[in-house]
């Protein structure tokens, strides 16, 4: 095994060229079978192996640093740095992350999970060393996906026409999630389609013209003689903007590989260089369907198949569901997702209608904006971004959308803990972000009928509205409480004395348990859907604090900002005789691991809950 010889950084450099495909083979065959126990992210991590390696192979680590855009590729990194046996707790709680961590690994350099940043972040490194006085490399790595975000253009705008050495990876497997977007990828799919390889065998950079533009335009483009620059035709919008173009180079040729980043060292300025990957290499079922497996659930290595078997729907289909239905009632309606058509549950609208979709790329802030734009001219778009992507947009969501107080249905998924992604994921911000804003309302469904009620009545509002669920399966109790929705008003779901819980979303499923917890000790106790997050139900509020002595807030989102705090201003501001027990997430990043584990360990789950109102009423 030569994955044995590797137990720290640089021990990579130790085996011989000869061996560089053999060992590929092995780490593949590695992530394949960790990530089929522990589940992960395994396309972006098959096709980027050589390329790792190459960048262990021509760096010098810790000193010399990598940058990872989105961070979700770097398994292979993990595990040339000595970070072997962390597979085995990949992603779970306490266990190794999914994603770059500093306090992980001085040879991760920069933490992420969100896309878009690396240039960013590696062009602020590169300042930094430049001011220090130092020498070492930084390369930032980023995908065709993340090419797409705003934030990568800011960057390179502001790397262009430097005089000292940065070195960008595009890192092209010519997929985000799903299928590229936009006009970049058009460009860098010609590229790719023009078999004008950078060839770097034998150390000679030649590129083997077989464009459609011919030798003819090559020539008149490029004048300087000798320079590699002039051998190089097809990344001509990087040159034009002052990068140096490289490429495209064969992403799965370690000793090609090894010497572009060698010759891109040398440079005095900002190097792009262009590599082609493919997504899911050596696997076949990922190779064959990339987004199934970009973040794949635990699977039988044999076949691919998910080992759990989905019985029960989840938020996004039903979503998805209502949207189609959505759609073909009301012509105006149009959906907008940030590169995630599969994962917000917009694939099916896509098909269906697919006129009145769009897919932005990984651009929230764009998304947001653009939707801002499409009311204006008359619809009513839905845009389907997650809790924690939607952070980016916040000014937009103001500035944009709520000043003109537009008609914009927010439909954010994975809005409370994600789980295994860990901090960057947990949806667990987005009611205190959004209830700062003015004429922003915000709603949380406590089970599947009512997430599609609420979309209707989202619909008929006509103005700035948002609707967060959660991940995973939708609770499918309380069929028969559906009382109409109004705007900010609550439901009373269970009415008796003594304790009252207010609860929002998900946290209407936990009231149920609690509340027969609380029954079987003999006490009585009220549970309210709260519906609302802003505005929150005050005259239910009063009347709640009139007949019991505790109201017990519940909330998957941090205390500052959500509804808790809202509850408690109100019941002080007017003096109201109830007190407030407020259950929530603690103003923390929470990190990876299970659901359920997570739950516990910051006091939200039903036991946690039911002790903290035992020991509030005194009887714990
Ligand atoms: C701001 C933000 N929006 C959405 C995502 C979800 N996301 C994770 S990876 C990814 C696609 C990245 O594609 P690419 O950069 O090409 O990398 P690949 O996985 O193809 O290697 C997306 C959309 C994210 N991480 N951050």
């Given amino acids: 095994m030569l994955l044995e010889r590797i137990q720290q950084t640089n021990d990579i450099k130790k085996i011989p060229p000869k061996e560089y495909e053999a060992l590929a083979e092995e780490i593949r065959q590695f992530l394949i079978e960790k990530i089929s126990v522990t589940g992960g992210h395994l396309g972006s991590n098959l096709g980027a192996v050589e390329l790792t390696m190459a960048l262990h192979l021509a760096l010098n680590l810790p000193e010399d640093k990598i940058v990872w855009d989105v961070g979700h590729q770097s398994y292979t990194h993990k595990l040339l740095t000595g970070r072997r046996e962390g597979f085995d707790t990949l992603r779970k709680y306490g266990g190794m992350s999914g994603f770059p961590k500093r306090k992980e690994s001085d040879c991760d350099c920069f933490d992420t999970g969100h896309s878009s940043t690396s240039i960013s972040a590696g062009l602020g490194l590169v300042r930094a060393r430049d001011l220090a006085g130092g020498s070492n490399t930084i390369v930032s790595v980023i995908g065709d996906g993340a090419l797409t975000g705003g934030m990568a253009y800011e960057a390179l705008n502001n790397a262009a026409r430097m005089e000292s050495n940065f070195i960008i ?327 008796e004395e003594k304790i009252a819980l207010f609860a929002l979303g998900s946290m209407v499923e936990a009231g149920m348990q609690v509340r027969e917890a609380l029954k079987e000790r003999g006490l009585s106790c009220t549970l309210v859907n709260a519906r609302f997050a802003k505005p929150i139900d005050g005259e239910m509020i009063r009347y709640l604090s009139r007949r019991h002595q505790t109201i017990v807030t519940m909330e998957e989102n941090v205390a500052s900002g959500g509804l808790g705090e809202k509850v408690r201003t109100l019941v002080e501001e007017e003096k109201l005789q ?14 990876h691991g299970n659901v359920a584990i997570l739950k516990k360990e910051i006091g939200i789950d039903v036991d946690s809950i039911l002790n903290r109102i035992l020991e509030e009423i005194g009887i714990g």
């Avoid at 569901?321 to 105006?332: G, H």
């Avoid at 932005?360 to 939707?371: D, R, S, W, Y």
């Avoid at 995973?472 to 929705?485: F, K, S, V, W």
């Avoid at 109830?578 to 990190?591: K, N, Q, T």
């Fill in 578 to 591: 109830a007190r407030v027990l407020s259950i929530h997430v603690p103003d923390e990043y929470v990190e």
């Fill in 169 to 495: 990876i595009l890192n092209d497997n010519n997929m985000s999630i799903s299928e590229n977007v936009g006009g970049v990828s058009k460009y860098l799919n010609n590229i790719r389609t023009s078999n004008a390889y950078l060839d770097v065998k034998d150390g000679i950079y030649n590129t083997i013209r077989k464009t459609k533009y011919g030798d003819g335009i090559v020539t008149g483009v490029r004048r300087a003689k000798n320079s590699l620059k002039q051998l190089v035709i097809p990344g001509m919008w990087f040159e034009d903007i002052g990068i140096t173009y490289l490429g495209p180079v064969d992403g799965h040729d370690v000793k090609g590989l090894v010497r572009v980043i060698r010759e891109a060292k040398r440079r005095k300025n900002c190097v792009l260089i262009h590599v082609l990957t493919q997504k899911g290499k050596g696997y076949s079922p990922a190779e064959k369907h990339p987004a199934r497996f970009h973040g794949a659930e635990p699977f039988d290595v044999k076949t691919g198949i998910p080992l759990k078997k989905k019985t029960k729907a989840n938020y996004t289909d039903v979503f998805s569901t209502v949207m189609v239905k959505l759609a073909a009632r009301e012509p105006d309606v149009v959906a907008i997702t940030a590169a995630m058509p599969d994962g917000t549950g917009l694939k099916r609208f896509r098909s269906m209608y697919p006129e009145r979709f769009f897919d932005v790329g990984i651009a929230e802030e764009h998304a947001v904006t653009f939707a801002a734009g499409l009311a204006v001219g008359g619809l009513h778009p839905v845009v389907a971004i997650y809790s924690s992507f939607l952070q980016r947009a916040y000014d937009q969501i103001l500035h944009d959308v709520c000043l003109q107080n537009l008609p914009v249905i927010f439909a954010i998924d994975r809005a409370g803990l994600v789980g295994s992604d860990g901090e960057t994921h947990q949806g667990i911000f987005d009611l205190s972000y959004l209830s700062s804003i003015p004429n922003m309302h915000i709603m949380a469904p406590k089970n599947k009928w009512e997430l599609s009620d609420m979309m209707k009545f989202a619909y008929a509002f006509k103005g700035p509205i948002a609707i967060r669920y959660p991940r995973g399966e939708a609770y499918d109790g309380l069929q028969g409480m559906r009382q109409p929705i109004e705007m900010g008003k609550s439901e009373m779901l269970f009415e």
